[in-house]
C-alpha cells in the first residue's frame, strides 16, 4: 500500500524534520547579564513553540512544526550551559568586555558600539561580539589610543 494511504512517516518527512545542530562557537561563551536573560527567555520560547506544535494531530506535520524549535531549544540549552557570565567593567580606563566604545574612524566615522557575548552581539544595534575583529583590536586600548584596523586608523573617543 503507498504510503499517502497511511498514516505512517515517510522517509522524505523523517529527513525533513532531523534538522543538523545549530553551529556552536569554539570561543569561551562569555554573556553579559543581559546576555544570559536573552539566552533564557531564547530557551524558553523555543520550548513553547514546541510544546504547542504537540497539539497538531497529524504526525507529519507535527514533527515538521516541532523541529525548529527541537532544534533551537538543543542550541540553547547547550549555550546556557556554558555560558560564563561577566562581571560589568570595573574601570572605563580601558576597554574590556561589557564597555561601550566610540571611536572616530579614519574616514571621520564616529561608530559606538558595546563588546558583548557572541549571542547577543548585533551590530545594526550597535553591540559587536567580542571575537569580532575590531573587538579584539579594541580590547584594553584607552583613550587617545590609535589603532589600525582594515587599513584604516581607528582613534578612540570614549569609554563608559
Known amino acids: 500500500m503507498s504510503v499517502a494511504f497511511t498514516k505512517e512517516e515517510s522517509a ?16 569561551p561563551n562569555l554573556v553579559t547579564e543581559a546576555g544570559l536573560k536573552a539566552l533564557q527567555d531564547q530557551l524558553h520560547q523555543a520550548q513553547a513553540a514546541y510544546e504547542a506544535a504537540q497539539a497538531i494531530e497529524d504526525v507529519n506535520e507535527r514533527r515538521r512544526e516541532q523541529a525548529l524549535p527541537l532544534r533551537d531549544a538543543r542550541y540553547f540549552s547547550a549555550r546556557l550551559r556554558t ?6 567593567p570595573s574601570s572605563t580606563e580601558t576597554i574590556a568586555f ?52 582594515s587599513g584604516q586608523e581607528l582613534e578612540i573617543l570614549s569609554i563608559a
Do not use: C, N, W
Request: no cysteine; charged share 25%.
Open 98 to 149: 561589557g564597555s561601550t566604545v566610540t571611536f572616530r574612524r579614519g574616514d571621520g566615522r564616529v561608530q559606538t558600539y558595546a563588546i558583548v557575548g557572541e549571542d547577543e552581539a548585533d551590530p545594526k544595534f550597535g553591540m559587536i561580539s567580542h571575537v569580532a575583529p575590531v573587538a579584539r583590536l579594541l580590547m584594553g586600548k584607552a583613550v587617545g589610543d590609535e589603532i589600525e584596523a
Open 12 to 27: 522524505e518527512t523523517a529527513a525533513e524534520t532531523m534538522l543538523p545542530d545549530r553551529p556552536v562557537s569554539p570561543h
Open 83 to 88: 555560558a560564563q557570565l561577566m562581571p560589568p
